[in-house]
């Protein structure tokens, strides 16, 4: 080959691997996760890595977070960030951070469900236990939404999916869980004007229930989900659900929860 030859040659090579770089840069999604340290959080982080989103994994207490941060090292594309639902200013914080890059998909995951006051029922009630549920499970997502919301409108087909529960609005009929149960009826009810508003921002606003799911250690009953098949359905659901379903409520299998 003469020499004129060879530089075409590495033209070509340099031009066809600088094309396909900014074509992977183009085409990546960006998904937010709260709660990413641990359970369902978690593993929405590693199958979002693994289809090759970059994946912003928040989470209360990145110093104690060894998992996910162990993760991160070895999948460059997982960045770790503090964000405690709580800290409405931490919120605003992380949100300027971010200011400007759109959000494809926001995770609405972190919540509290068990805790020391397990019994949670009527006369018995723990009113600061009650305060912190609300402001954690209810207040908090809703913040996050807000404090984001820029960046999902920034998206192409931006999504926000908050996770509820069957014990929620629609009543499975669990004793106690009292500041659970309402914290998340209050999701579903807040939820709707999110997507009220998302219709007319152009941004999909989804209710899921992942189904019983076994995490914090406790050992898998007979009727639960395997978490990855949990999270790979609610995955499928964010893909396939539009802008006209906006404040529809799904389960991880693609079924719709109606009232
Ligand atoms: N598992 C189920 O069967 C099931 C069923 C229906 C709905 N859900 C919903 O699915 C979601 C995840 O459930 P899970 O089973 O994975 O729960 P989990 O194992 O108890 O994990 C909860 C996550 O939320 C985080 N979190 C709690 N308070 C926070 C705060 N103030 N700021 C930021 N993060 C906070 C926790 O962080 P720390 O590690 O710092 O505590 C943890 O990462 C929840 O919304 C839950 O209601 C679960």
């Not at 066809?16 to 074509?23: A, D, E, K, M, N």
């Not at 990413?36 to 207490?61: H, M, P, W």
């Amino acid at each position: 080959m003469n020499r004129i030859a060879l530089l075409f040659a590495l033209l070509c090579i340099n031009l066809c691997i600088s094309t396909s770089l900014v074509y992977a840069e183009a085409a990546q999604q960006t998904v937010l996760i709260t709660g990413a340290n641990r359970g369902i959080g978690f593993e929405f982080v590693k199958q979002y890595s693994d289809l090759g989103y970059r994946v912003i994994a928040t989470c209360r207490n990145p110093a104690m977070a060894d998992e996910l941060n162990t993760f991160a090292e070895s999948h460059r594309g997982v960045i770790v960030e503090h964000l405690d639902l709580v800290d409405l200013e931490g919120i605003d914080a992380l949100a300027d951070k971010y200011a400007d890059q759109p959000i494809d998909v926001l995770v609405n995951n972190a919540a509290l469900m068990r805790g020391p006051d397990k019994g949670q029922t009527f006369g018995t009630m723990d009113y600061e236990w009650f305060d912190q549920w609300f402001h954690t499970n209810t207040r908090g997502p809703l913040k996050v939404s807000e404090a984001f919301w820029p960046n999902l409108v920034a998206s192409e087909n931006g999504i926000v999916a908050s996770l509820t529960t069957g014990q929620g609005r629609y009543g499975i009929p669990v004793l106690g869980f009292a500041y659970y149960k309402s914290s998340k009826a209050a999701i579903d009810n807040l939820f709707l004007d999110v997507a009220r508003k998302g219709k007319k921002d152009g941004v999909r606003v989804i209710t899921i229930s992942p189904g019983r799911v076994a995490t914090s250690g406790e050992p898998a009953g007979p009727r639960m989900i395997p978490i990855q098949d949990s999270i790979a359905g609610m995955i499928r659901v964010f893909a396939r659900f539009t802008l006209e379903q906006n404040g529809r409520s799904f389960r991880h299998d693609g079924s719709e929860v109606t009232f």
